[in-house]
C-alpha cells in the first residue's frame, strides 16, 4: 500500500484498526518487550505445540546450506593450501554470515523486532498531530515489509544466490555419509558442485570470481540484517520534519561549553520516548543537587533554559476516555475497532513548528566530522533478481512518488497508476480490426525456412543440430563428440596469434605427429634421416652423437681403475696417480697467506685471503677481542687477571646479588676531591673512596656524602 501522502486526520487512520496495535502497550526500555491483556489463543496449547517443534516453518533452506557447507570446508579430499587459499577463507565468511542470518530469523528475535514495532507503531499513534511539525508516518505494512524481507522474498533470493536446490531435495538434503550433497541447481555451490573434482586446477578468474560472489553474499546478508534490525528509523517519511517536532529554544544560541549529543534524525519513538521519561524522572529526584558552588543543577549544563522550564512544569494528565466502535463488513462480521474519543481534549503542542535541524556543528558537522551516535539503517532495493544489493540512506521504495505517464501508442493501449490502492493496470491493444489468418501450425512448410513470407529478420545459422546453440557455435557435446576422432578437415584458429593450445596450468601430455616439421614463428624445426635441423641448419644427428662420443672416450682402451685425463689435444684414459696434479699443502694455495702461523694460531678470513691469527676460543696465540658475548654462564679461570675494559657504562645484572666469595676484598675506585667533582653527571647511588680524605663517600639526592 502507499503511504499518506494527503495528511493523516488521526491515529486511526495510521493505526487501521483491522489489526489489533494497543497505543496504551506497557513497553519495557530494556528489552522492548510489550505487554498487553488481549489475548485470543490458549496460551497452554501454544505452548505444547512449541515444545513439539511444531507448527513454526522451520529453517529447512539455512541448515542445509550451512551443513553442506561446512562438510565442503571439511573436505579431506580438498587441498584448500595455495591457491585454494582465498576460496577457503570466502566460504568461511561465507558460512559466519549464514550463521548471523540463521540467528536473525530464530523465533525469539523475530519476536524482539516485532515487540519494538508495536512499541514503536504506539509511540507513533501516541505523536500525530501534536508537535508543531507534525509527524508523517510511513504505513505500518510498508515498514512491517521492510522489517521481515528476510522471509518476504529478499532472504530467499540470497540464499539461492549462495546456493539453489530443487523443492524436492530440501527435505532429504543431509544424508548420514557426512559428505557434501550434490543436490544444487544453481548459485554458487552449484557451480562450486560442478567443478568439485577439478576445483585446484580451474583458472584464477573462475577462483577469483566464486571469491567475489561470496564476498558479495556476506555484504548482502550483513545489510539486510542491518537493515531490518534498524527498521524504526524508517517508520517515517526521511528528512527534516519527517517525524515532527516542536522549537521551544531560540536556533540562533550557540553553546560554546561541552554539549550532549544526540542525532535526532536517526532516532527511533520508541527510543525517544525513553529518553523523554528518562529526563523527567532524573530531573525531578536530581533538580535539588548544586554541583559547582554557583547554586547550578547538572541539568544547567545539559539543557537549555526553555526545556528546563518543560521539566519544572507540573505533569497532571488528563486520561481519556475512549470508545471502541466495530468495524463490519458486508458479511456483519467485525474486522476491526475505531477509537472514539469520550472525555479529554485533543492536544497540541506550544511549540512552533520548523523546517530543518539546527545548523550549528553540534548536528549539521556530525557527517562531516564522521562522528556517528546512530547508525543510519541501510536500505536494501531489488531491482531485478541479479545478484546486486542497492544501498541507500534509509527508507523504502514509495509508489506514491511514482509519476506515470500514459502514452496511447497505435491500437491505443495504456498503462493507468492508482495512487490509492498501489496498483498499476496494463490495458492491452484492441486488434478486433484485424482478420486472423491460420495459425503456424497448419501452414503447409517444405523444409526451408527462407520459403516462408514475411519471415521476421533473425540470421539462422548455417549448420543447427544437437551439438550446437542456437548461433551454430559448438556446445560442451559437440566439442567431444567432434574432437573424438571425427576431426576430417584442418583445425584453424580464428585469429592470428591469438588463440593458445592448452595453458600453463592445463597442458597437453604427448603430440604425436606423423610429419616431420614443425613451425614456430616462422622457423622451422625438422627431422629428417636422424638429423635435426633449425632452420634448415642440422644441429645434431644420432649417429654423430654417438660416434663423437665414442671417439673421445675411447672406450676400447680403458682399463678397470683408469681415470679420464686432457693430454693437451684429446681425453686419454690413465692410471690415477697422486692428488690429480692439485695443491697439496696449504701454501699451494692461491687465497692462503703466505705468512708462517704462530703455535696455537688458526686460519682467519681477513677479507681478501686466509690468513693466520689468534684463536678465540681459547685465546692460543695471543689475547682475544670479543665485541660480543652472549651466554648462560662465565668461569674465568687461571691466575692472571681478567679486566673489562669499557668505553661506555659497564652493567652488571643479576637477579638475586652481586657477591664478592673466597675471602677477597672488594675494593672501590679512587678520586681525589678534584676528581670527584669533576665528574660530569653524577647519579644517586654512585660510591668512591676519596684519597684526600680518607672517607668512603657516595652520591645521594643531588650531593657527595660521607659514607663513614
Known amino acids: 500500500m502507499t503511504d499518506f501522502a494527503g495528511g493523516l486526520a488521526d491515529a486511526n487512520e495510521y493505526l487501521n484498526r483491522t489489526v489489533s496495535v494497543p497505543t496504551s502497550a506497557t513497553v519495557d526500555p530494556l528489552t522492548g518487550k510489550v505487554t498487553t491483556t488481549e489475548s485470543s489463543f490458549t496460551m497452554r496449547e501454544l505452548i ?31 587441498n584448500w593450501q595455495g591457491g585454494l587459499a582465498d576460496l577457503y577463507t570466502a566460504l568461511n565468511e561465507a558460512e559466519a554470515a549464514l550463521e548471523e542470518f540463521t540467528a536473525h530469523t530464530d523465533i525469539e528475535n523475530v519476536l524482539n523486532r516485532m515487540n519494538a514495532a508495536v512499541a514503536e507503531f504506539a509511540a507513533v499513534a501516541n505523536m500525530i498531530n501534536f508537535c508543531g511539525t507534525p509527524v508523517i508516518p510511513r504505513a505500518i505494512p510498508n515498514v512491517l515489509g521492510d522489517m521481515f524481507g528476510s522471509f ?45 573434482s577439478n576445483l585446484a ?66 532516532l527511533t519513538f520508541a527510543t525517544t520516548h525513553g529518553i523523554a521519561n528518562n529526563l523527567k524522572a532524573n530531573y525531578d529526584n536530581l533538580k ?17 533554559p526553555e526545556l528546563i522550564a518543560k521539566l519544572e512544569a507540573e505533569s497532571n494528565p488528563v486520561s481519556d476516555i475512549e470508545a471502541q466502535t466495530p468495524v463490519f463488513d458486508y458479511c456483519g462480521r467485525t474486522i476491526g475497532f475505531t477509537n472514539n474519543l469520550v472525555q479529554g481534549n485533543t492536544q497540541t503542542s506550544q511549540g512552533s513548528g520548523f523546517t530543518q535541524y539546527p545548523t550549528q556543528p553540534g548536528l549539521a558537522g556530525l557527517s562531516t566530522s564522521g562522528q556517528i551516535i546512530h547508525t543510519p539503517p541501510s536500505a536494501t532495493t531489488n531491482l531485478a533478481d541479479t545478484g546486486s544489493t542497492t544501498t541507500s540512506a534509509g527508507g523504502a521504495v514509495n509508489l506514491g512518488a511514482i509519476s506515470v505517464t500514459t502514452a496511447n501508442a497505435s491500437q491505443n493501449p495504456s498503462l493507468q497508476y492508482n495512487g490509492t490502492t498501489g496498483t498499476f493496470t496494463y490495458t492491452p491493444p484492441d486488434l478486433s480490426a484485424f482478420t486472423p489468418t491460420a495459425n503456424l501450425a497448419s501452414v503447409a512448410l517444405s523444409g526451408d525456412y527462407y520459403a516462408l513470407t514475411n519471415r521476421p529478420s533473425v540470421t539462422v545459422p548455417t549448420i543447427v543440430s544437437a551439438f550446437t546453440n542456437d548461433a551454430g557455435y559448438l ?11 571425427n576431426i576430417t578437415g584442418n583445425v584453424i584458429p580464428q585469429n592470428n596469434s591469438t588463440q593458445d593450445l592448452g595453458s600453463s596450468s592445463a597442458r597437453w601430455r604427448d603430440l604425436y605427429l606423423s610429419g616431420t616439421t614443425i613451425d614456430m614463428d616462422g622457423t622451422e624445426l625438422s627431422v629428417s634421416g636422424g638429423n635435426l635441423s633449425v632452420g634448415g641448419v642440422t644441429v645434431a644427428t644420432t649417429a654423430s652423437v654417438d660416434n663423437t662420443i665414442d671417439q673421445h672416450l675411447n672406450k676400447s682402451t680403458a682399463s678397470s681403475g683408469q681415470v679420464l685425463s686432457w693430454n693437451g689435444t684429446d681425453y686419454a684414459w690413465v692410471t690415477q696417480s697422486g692428488g690429480g696434479g692439485g695443491a697439496t699443502t696449504l701454501g699451494g694455495l692461491n687465497d692462503v697467506s703466505s705468512t708462517a702461523p704462530s703455535t696455537g694460531e688458526v686460519l682467519k678470513w681477513n677479507g681478501t685471503e686466509w690468513a693466520p691469527g689468534v684463536d678465540a676460543s681459547t685465546g692460543a696465540g695471543g689475547s682475544a677481542t670479543f665485541t660480543d658475548v652472549t651466554t648462560s654462564a662465565l668461569t ?13 657504562t659497564l652493567t652488571m645484572e643479576a637477579t638475586d646479588r652481586v657477591e664478592v666469595t673466597n675471602q677477597t676484598p672488594f675494593r672501590l675506585a679512587t678520586f681525589t676531591t678534584a676528581q670527584r667533582n669533576a665528574i660530569s653527571t653524577p647519579l644517586n647511588g654512585d660510591m668512591i673512596y676519596n684519597t684526600d680524605t680518607n672517607k668512603f663517600q657516595g652520591y645521594a639526592n643531588g650531593s657527595w656524602v660521607d659514607l663513614n
Open 48 to 78: 505444547c505445540s512449541l515444545l513439539a517443534g511444531n507448527g513454526l516453518k522451520l529453517p529447512n533452506v539455512q541448515i542445509c546450506l550451512k551443513a553442506n557447507l561446512g562438510r565442503l570446508l571439511n573436505n579431506a579430499g580438498i
Open 152 to 196: 518476504t522474498g529478499e532472504g530467499k533470493r540470497l540464499l539461492d544466490n549462495l546456493g539453489s536446490m530443487a523443492d524436492s531435495d530440501i527435505g532429504g538434503c543431509i544424508d548420514s555419509s557426512g559428505n557434501f550433497s550434490p543436490i544444487f541447481n544453481g548459485g554458487i555451490l552449484g557451480q562450486i558442485q560442478n567443478n568439485l
Open 201 to 266: 586446477n580451474l583458472p584464477q578468474a573462475t577462483l577469483d570470481g566464486f571469491v567475489a560472489d561470496l564476498n558479495a553474499f556476506k555484504n548482502d546478508m550483513k545489510n539486510l540484517i542491518e537493515f531490518e534490525n534498524n527498521f524504526g528509523r524508517g517508520s517515517t517519511e526521511t528528512g527534516p520534519g519527517g517525524k515532527g517536532g516542536s522549537t521551544f529554544a531560540t536556533t540562533d544560541r550557540v553553546n560554546t561549553g561541552v554539549g550532549v549529543g544526540i542525532d535526532p534524525e536517526n
Open 288 to 304: 535539588a543537587y548544586e554541583v559547582d558552588g554557583q547554586g547550578n543543577n547538572i541539568f544547567h549544563y545539559l539543557l537549555e
Open 475 to 485: 556446445n560442451a557435446a559437440g566439442v567431444n563428440t567432434l574432437l573424438n576422432g
Open 636 to 648: 674465568v679461570t687461571g691466575t692472571g687477571s681478567v679486566a673489562f675494559d669499557s668505553g661506555n
